[in-house]
């Protein structure tokens, strides 16, 4: 059973705006979210994480967002850059849970040049 | 530099054979951990490893062995008893923070192939 969830598995954005990667988990005992990003061949890349008890937090143009109450997160890049194109793994794990991380299936990203 | 090495990049693999993935970490992490990919799928936890000389196995632990000898160190064999071996494998390591959890660092990975 899958306890994350990345619906969306692809996307494609002009350079300049703004991309909005989403992802939706079931499990109320997660409470660490992180977003890694992946190239072809290569090990993902840790971008950005959240803990539950924000609801926001930046990095540079990579945003995230939480809302527990919807268990969903979301990944905001602004501005979307070319080479911010990749595969975007949202996980989550549980305090009590060994740091043991639950990937989505991923969402690619294409900015258009 | 810090970082995750794992080695070979690519690997191939007879039938019934024994093949053993290195995955090498200057990170002084305490935990290490392999994951699996398969195309159009997410990262899916074989074992992982807090301690040196200490494992738990993970959600597709069967026909996959582990150790822990050294912290730097946490190589995964993929037996025969593995049916569909192949795939990309990913080792990863992180500190195992006292006030909450802490982002994983991936190696490069190492594709396996059946011949």
């Known amino acids: 059973d899958q306890q994350v969830k990345q619906n969306s598995p692809s996307l494609s954005v002009q350079e300049g705006r703004i991309s909005i990667l989403n992802c939706d988990y079931t499990?109320?005992?997660?409470?660490?979210f992180l977003w890694y990003k992946k190239y072809p061949a290569e090990g993902p890349t840790f971008l950005i994480s959240?803990?539950?008890?924000?609801d926001k937090n930046e990095d540079g143009r990579f945003t995230v967002f939480l809302n527990k109450s919807a268990k969903h997160l979301s990944l905001h890049i602004v501005p979307s850059q070319p080479g911010d194109s990749a595969v975007y793994f949202c996980?989550?794990?549980?305090?009590?849970?060994?740091?043991?991380?639950?990937f989505g299936t991923g969402t690619r990203l294409t900015v258009i040049p | 530099d810090g970082g995750i090495t794992q080695s070979p990049k690519y690997l191939f693999r007879k039938e019934g054979q024994n093949v053993t993935l290195s995955c090498e970490q200057n990170l002084n992490h305490d935990a290490m951990y392999w994951y699996r990919q398969d195309p159009g799928q997410g990262l899916r936890l074989i074992y992982y490893s807090q301690i040196v000389n200490d494992f738990q196995k993970g959600d597709i632990a069967e026909g996959y062995s582990v150790s822990r000898e050294k912290k730097e160190s946490f190589p995964l064999t993929v037996t025969s008893a593995q049916k569909n071996p192949t795939a990309f494998y990913l080792c990863?390591?992180?500190?195992?923070?006292?006030?909450?959890?802490?982002?994983?660092?991936f190696g490069d990975g190492t594709r396996l192939s059946i011949l």
């Open positions: 959240i803990s539950s008890i924000k």
């Open positions: 990863a390591s992180s500190n195992m923070g006292t006030k909450g959890n802490q982002p994983q660092h």
């Open positions: 499990n109320s005992m997660f409470d660490y």
């Open positions: 996980a989550a794990s549980a305090l009590t849970g060994a740091n043991n991380l639950f």
